[in-house]
Nanobody
Framework: VQLQASGGGLVQAGDSLSLSCAAS????????MGWFRQAPGKEREFVAG????????YYTESVKGRFVISRNNAKFTVDLQMYGLKPEETAVYYC??????????????????WGQGTQVTVSS
């Protein structure tokens, strides 16, 4: 099983960036997918989740209205579009897959597979 994240980079405050995660080795449609992030010196936190069919999403409060999570079950991908990025959102972003999750607000304890992480740096 592999989750391959891509799309990170260095942007300025207010810019947009899109992350993508490609899954292999799993029956993708059976998994709730999500994105987490870990800033320097901080614990990893949930950012966004999307249901197995893609019809339900959930966002942490700080990103609501600025981030959009989507998935393509035919291509086995989950994307995170980020708008209006802030310097405090500098972090390593991880995609995650959960077979057991019952909703789209994901807990780390529910995660079965993690991507390798992609660095997002937002300069002020």
């Amino acid at each position: 099983v592999q989750l391959q994240a891509s799309g990170g980079g260095l942007v300025q405050a207010g810019d947009s960036l899109s992350l993508s995660c490609a899954a292999s080795g799993v029956t993708f449609r059976n998994y709730v997918m999500g994105w987490f992030r870990q800033a320097p010196g901080k614990e990893r936190e949930f950012v966004a989740g999307i249901s197995r069919g893609g019809g339900t999403t959930y966002y942490t409060e700080s990103v609501k209205g600025r981030f959009v999570i989507s998935r393509n079950n035919a291509k086995f991908t989950v994307d995170l579009q980020m708008y209006g990025l802030k310097p405090e959102e500098t972090a390593v972003y991880y995609c995650a897959a959960s077979w057991r999750a019952r909703n789209t607000l994901l807990d780390e304890n529910d995660i079965d597979y993690w991507g390798q992480g992609t660095q997002v740096t937002v300069s002020s």
